[in-house]
């Protein structure tokens, strides 16, 4: 039997809520597999920074280094609440960058995937939308403006200044987009590369490298893109899109457009991947404003569950049934309140309820 370490950091907001119903689901592909899977929860976040004092706490470092995968729930709490935390220990900066940092996990895989059935919740034309959206965003997560040195000051003239800066070597270039050829060549066999190489130098290092991996893909017919323009493509015709990579910050703000055309972050899990480590989390926030009252969508929590089956234990089937539950039971109807308007022919039911109607039918697939 096979046996795999998951830790599970559960998080703020809506993170504890949406991830107890992913660990139904893990508890169900525990039991009809021959596999093991031994659940380590740990602090994480803003709740960790006021239990002990810091949001990534030295125990929870050493429960996901030990482990085989780490399942993340989002983090952050109110405006109000963060800032009762200082600055430099609040979530964002001293949790999710550092964990991102500490695993290495330098590929983020950020999936928008709209297929017919959930076409309903895109603002996007139903001609545009045609037969469904499906994209792989790879987002380069460990460079870049997010981890370049910063400077801030008063300049020669008076005057408050400050400086990031972003910053890539040709490895880190090439290592994620190696990421990305080797989707292309699971999926269409179609690289769009996002880059700006008409204003930054980091662009045309960027598409250089790029250049010089896809020699080893001949296969793969690379487009250049600025990122400008895809955001634009990006409403006006998603269909084209296949896989796309891009470093850093193009990749924060693309993937969250990604959401807008899903109709909602709550449809985006994530996988987030390094050479040894993994860590697994939606691309949305914690929504502290519906936290602890059972609307939220879990989707994109079971959804990472689905991305850690299929990338890190190689459960592909397991993987694809998830998916498939996921998507019959919004084809029955049924949606939360964070995603649809009670009335509207859609039978409203809670966070838990969704995630029961989810193992139900995850077992009618086997
Ligand atoms: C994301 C988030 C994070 C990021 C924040 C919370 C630090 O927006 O995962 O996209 O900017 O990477
Ligand atoms: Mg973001």
Redesign the pocket.
Known sequence: MKKYTIAILPGDGIGPEVTREAVKVLKLIEARNDVEFELQEAPFGASAYFEQGHPFPESTKAICAAADAVLKGP??LSYEATEKIPVDLRP??AA??PLRKFLNTYA?LRPVYLPKGLAHFSPLKPEIIGDGIDIMMIRE?VGGL?FGEKEVGVNARGLRYVKETLEYDEEQIARIVHVAFKQCMARKKVLHNIHKNNVLKSSVLWNEIVEEVAKQYPEVEVRHQLVDAAATLLCLNPRQFDVMVME?MFG?IL??QGGGILGSLGLMP?ACLGETSAYY?P?H?SAPDIGGKNIANPYSMIGSVAMMLELSFDMREESRNIWNAMQSVFTQGYSTLDLSKPGSGVKMIATDAFGDRVVEELKKSR
């Open positions: 983090v952050g964002e900066r999710i960058l983020n997560l997010y850093n924060d993937s969250d994530s989390e691309s926030g």
